[in-house]
């Protein structure tokens, strides 16, 4: 048809349409605007707050009833060994059940339930696993208000996470490399061991660092464990007693005097500057094993 | 099979036997009643249309097929004139005495050396590892182009290299046989013609059966040629089999000619 028509048979409206493009775009930049100013504002605050309470001796010193020579030296080793203990409980149990689900189990209906629940337990709230392990590992086995009892109960909670990451893992593994394994005439547990397991490393270890660093700001499970927070020794040993770090800050804050507030905000720097860490970290293996699977 | 071959052969002369072999997905059948020979030292093409059962033929071969959920399999594959589907044989075994090479080069994302020495790591190997990884290398007519760089990756090799590594990576465990699933068809055209020449050379020690839908790479390639079909039930079912030069030049069967000049497939 002639191009003279062209304008009889559309209205192109342009600048209307760069005018709504516009709008949006500034939606979309006030709703980034938005999610980003309440952290950028906590973090002012927390910073402004905290940062003249930081010091070494604030690290390594003993709670106090004096703000200044108050210290997380027992919450610092106490979260230490909950999230050591808590790794070295669920890597095995984690991994374990993510290859028995992913490579073993029959497709059937139980295995789909089993799967579900998993899922499902992944999103129960924190405070749940925290009664469980009282009922259950404090009281039942009289494990008492023990770092083990802690580090059993943050398994809980942690677990289905692993195993979730674990499967995710252990799904990337190509296919293609397990048939050649087979090819050579692997049995099923050589399969395992020496290809699915090794190439799904990286993603455990992601999975399982970024459970673990969430599991480290938990306070909700851990308080229901440890009633403790005021501890002048460090666990040396699993049945010690213990607090962690986001009880002590919890403590912090709901102390009357002025100086607390202060060293509340420098107890939640470090535990901020501990999650970042782990993070980091996370996402450094991720990008490594990226980077060296697309070569 | 509509024609039988002219001469059936001794024990000696052949590596494998198929004989009425049917395989099935579930319900549905993919292959019909498969029955031949295939000749030791020789190189067998299996060629037809797509999808009438090329790869599940080959991986019946060495039971890899089984490996796939709800894959069942009737019929015999004489191996040294033993079914491999006798229930006293263990598939593991059959699966290393008859090597397979697949379609997309799969090396492991391990050194080159390592890939090599993995099937003979998992099958308890006892002797000198280097000796053995540098025999096999040799033998996929890698070694000189890898000789100084064993301990890198094997994706740092071209496409070609890495299926002549998965080559390698097959002969370390001495396998008898070697099925090939389309190897050079992620191939450039170059390191199609190096496997070509490398799977003539493997027939002095070893028995090849390639899968291939490229006609001229099987006449090129192969002394034996098997021709599957397939009719409205999608159920794969040899045609004829017979030398490769008889069989491009004066198939016995009409199907077998309209396909190989390229009417149908
Ligand atoms: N894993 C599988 N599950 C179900 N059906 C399959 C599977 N693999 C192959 N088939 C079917 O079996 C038939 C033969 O497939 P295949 O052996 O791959 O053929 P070819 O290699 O000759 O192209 C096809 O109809 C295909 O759809
Ligand atoms: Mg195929």
Redesign the interface.
């Known amino acids: 048809m002639a191009a003279a028509d062209w304008a009889s048979r559309f209205r192109p409206n342009l600048a209307r349409r760069k005018v709504w493009g516009r709008i949006w775009f500034a939606l979309f930049m006030l709703a980034i605007v938005v999610g980003l100013a309440g952290l950028v504002i906590l973090v002012m605050r927390v910073l402004y707050q905290g940062a003249p309470w930081l010091s070494f001796h604030f690290l390594t010193d003993y709670p106090s009833r004096f703000p200044e020579q108050a210290g997380m030296r027992s919450a610092i080793f106490g979260s230490i060994w909950i999230i050591g203990l808590t790794g070295a409980f669920t890597v095995p149990v984690g991994v374990g059940a993510a290859v028995y689900l992913e490579e073993y189990a029959p497709k059937n209906w139980l295995t789909r339930i089993i799967e579900v629940n998993i899922s499902n337990l992944a999103g129960v709230p924190s405070i749940v696993y925290g009664l469980l392990g009282l009922a259950v590992f404090v009281q039942l086995l009289a494990m008492g208000r023990s770092v083990l009892a802690g580090a059993l109960t943050m398994s809980l909670l942690v677990l289905p996470v692993v195993i979730i990451a674990s499967r995710e893992a252990i799904r990337s593994v190509p296919s293609s490399h397990r048939e050649a394994a087979y090819g050579l005439g692997a049995t099923k547990f050589q399969v395992v061991k020496e290809i699915v397991v090794p190439q799904s490393i990286p993603g455990i270890m992601t999975g399982t660092i970024l459970a673990l660093s969430r599991a480290v700001g938990e306070a909700a499970p851990m308080i229901a464990i440890s009633a403790l927070v005021f501890l002048t020794f460090v666990p040396t040993d699993p049945l010690d007693k213990f607090t962690v770090m986001p009880i002590q800050i919890f403590n912090w804050v709901s102390r009357p005097q002025e100086g607390f507030r202060g060293i509340a905000a420098a107890g939640i720097i470090v535990l901020l500057v501990v999650l970042l860490t782990m993070n980091a970290v996370a996402v450094y293996i991720r990008n490594r094993t990226q980077r060296r699977s697309e070569e | 099979m509509t024609t039988a071959d002219s001469a059936e052969m001794t024990g000696a002369d052949t590596a494998l036997k198929v004989r009425n072999l049917n395989a099935y997905y579930g319900a549905f059948r993919a292959l019909k009643d498969v029955s031949f020979d295939i000749p030791r030292n020789k190189v067998t093409a299996l060629i037809g249309p797509s999808g009438c059962g090329k790869s599940t033929l080959l991986r019946c071969f060495?039971r890899?097929n089984e490996?796939i959920?709800g894959a069942r399999i009737e019929g015999e594959v004489l191996f040294n004139d033993e079914n491999v589907y006798h229930p006293a044989i263990d598939p593991?075994?059959v699966?290393?005495?008859i090597?397979?090479v697949?379609q997309?080069p799969?090396p492991?994302?391990k050194s080159i050396y390592d890939n090599v020495a993995?099937?003979l790591?998992?099958?308890g190997y006892r002797g000198d590892y280097d000796e053995a990884v540098e025999r096999s290398l040799r033998g996929a007519a890698l070694w000189d182009e890898v000789k100084d760089r064993l301990h890198e990756?094997g994706?740092?090799l071209s496409g070609g290299q890495q299926q002549r590594l998965?080559i390698a990576?097959?002969l370390a465990?001495e396998p008898e046989i070697i099925l090939m699933d389309e190897p050079a068809s992620a191939l450039d055209p170059i390191a199609t013609l190096e496997i070509e020449s490398l799977m003539r050379e493997l027939i002095r020690d070893y028995t090849v059966v390639v899968v291939t839908h490229n006609m001229q790479q099987a006449a090129r390639v192969s002394d034996k040629t098997a021709f599957l079909n397939m009719d409205e039930d999608r159920a794969g079912y040899l045609v004829e089999t017979g030398d490769t030069h008889q069989i491009f030049t004066n198939p016995a069967d009409e199907r077998t000619e309209a396909y190989i000049t390229g009417r149908f497939g």
């Open positions: 060495n890899m490996l959920p593991t075994e699966r290393y005495r090597g397979m697949f997309k799969n492991f994302p993995f099937g790591r998992i099958n990756s994706f740092a998965c990576r097959a465990v």
